[in-house]
């Protein structure tokens, strides 16, 4: 099993900056796809960001494309999501998500599904408002 910690979440006025954090726990990390989703009340949870376990490939969603930026450290076993800019619309919970068995061959569109990611931290909230 996989336990992920997720830190950093707070409240942004908007414009600002914040990055939150994920902690994962085992020796297997360098071989999980980690995501960052999130949900906001009301909402089903969205896909945010993803990189792939080497750390050289990253998607985001349209909304978030050119002020997120997703990262990792596979030595330290933490995944990283930088925002800047921030909008009220981005007030949400956000998820850390670990895939353990990303196939050899698959579409790009494997990031964003949900369903595809086995381990969840709990969330961190992050709200950006005046």
């Known amino acids: 099993q996989v336990q992920l910690v997720e830190s950093g979440g707070g409240l942004v006025q908007p414009g600002g900056s914040l990055s939150v954090s994920c902690a994962a726990s085992g020796r297997t990390f360098s071989s999980y796809t980690m995501g960052w989703f999130r949900q906001a009340p009301g909402k089903e949870r969205e896909f945010v960001a993803a990189i792939n376990r080497s750390g050289l490939t990253t998607y985001y969603t349209d909304d978030v494309k050119g002020r997120f930026t997703i990262s990792r450290d596979n030595a330290k076993n933490t995944v990283f999501l930088q925002m800047n800019s921030l909008k009220p619309e981005d007030t949400a919970v956000y998820y850390c998500?670990?895939?353990?068995?990303?196939?050899?061959?698959?579409?790009?569109?494997?990031?964003?599904?949900?369903?595809?990611?086995?381990?969840w931290g709990q969330g961190t909230q992050v709200t950006v408002s005046s």
């Open positions: 998500a670990a895939d353990a068995d990303t196939p050899k061959y698959y579409m790009p569109s494997y990031y964003f599904d949900t369903d595809k990611y086995e381990y």
